[in-house]
């Protein structure tokens, strides 16, 4: 049995967790280790449990409880060597297995692979997480998909993908027209219409879970997410479940596991070709974070 638990996500915090029969996977810590262990109760995952902390990068958001968390219950955090340093910068240095975006780190039942993301972080990623037969990919805090990012998410059983903001709801909201300009630029982040297409090019018949994450409190609703995104899957044939983790409700458990006969994709553990498309380029893009949308 492989499950997929959302503590939460949005700007103020994002953690979930994959469990398998040995134990779980936290994805990301975005919240205080306290927070974490009662978020993880509260949905049935007793703390002890936790084998390893995956993080995508070093803000807040996504790794504030990571050091104490994987201290306390002497785990290893799994991130890029420019994550690793950043957090060893903030006065923390937890155990350690580097992730490289040229393989797959593998821990316990998991095997977790990578892909740069445009953000403005020190390394940041997207995660492949792959659990016996099943595939799950995460991905938030970026505006733009690359070639990079679509063949790491390629066949997943499950995707937990950002769906930042809706862009009426953005282009009427109380943010200076700068600001509004990069969050919709290609290092903010992916509006609902944005993951409604990226979701449509990456749909297989393998496809069953969608949970769209990181909504903006403010330029988002979970009604808008789905209206925007169903349609696009289903055009598809997406027969699956579409879920939202929201910032303060626990979301799962949703059971990943494959049923017997299944498709079972393609070949899937090469590394991820490049990291950005051509002509990208990072520094144009990012003069501040935009967590906060
Ligand atoms: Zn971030
Ligand atoms: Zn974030």
Not at 249 to 272: F, H, I, K, M, Y
């Amino acid at each position: 049995m492989i499950r997929l638990y959302a503590l939460g996500s949005g700007s103020a915090g994002n953690a979930f967790a994959v469990e398998t029969p040995e134990g779980f996977l936290l994805v990301d810590a975005g919240f205080s280790a306290k927070e974490i262990e009662r978020r993880a109760r509260r949905l049935g995952l007793a703390p002890e449990r936790l084998l390893a902390i995956a993080l995508t990068h070093e803000h807040g958001d996504h790794a504030g409880g990571a050091v104490r968390l994987a201290r306390k219950f002497e785990v290893p955090v799994l991130a890029t060597p420019g994550t690793l340093s950043a957090l060893a910068r903030q006065g923390g240095a937890p155990p350690r297995r580097p992730l490289r975006t040229s393989g797959l780190v593998e821990f316990g039942p998991f095997s977790v692979g990578c892909c740069p993301i445009l953000h403005d972080a020190a390394e940041p990623v997207a995660l492949a997480i792959e659990c016996g037969s099943v595939r799950l990919g995460v991905a938030y805090d970026f505006g733009r998909p690359t070639a990079g990012l679509r063949y790491l998410l390629r066949e997943m059983d499950a995707v937990v993908l950002e769906a930042n903001y809706d862009e009426l709801l953005l282009r009427t909201s109380d943010y200076p027209p700068s600001v509004q300009h990069r969050i919709a630029g290609s290092g903010g982040h992916l509006s609902n219409r944005g993951t409604a297409e990226l979701l449509r090019e990456l749909f297989t018949t393998r496809l069953r879970t969608v949970v769209l994450a990181h909504l903006s409190q403010r330029c988002n609703t979970r009604e808008a997410a789905i209206r925007t995104v169903r349609p696009a899957l289903e055009i598809r044939g997406f027969r699956g479940r579409l879920e939202v983790a929201l910032q303060d409700e626990g979301l799962g458990p949703l059971d990943l596991t494959r049923e017997q006969g299944d498709p079972s994709g393609a070949e899937v553990s090469a590394p991820c070709p490049g990291p950005e498309e051509p002509g990208s380029n990072r520094d144009e893009l990012w003069e501040g974070r935009f967590d906060e949308a």
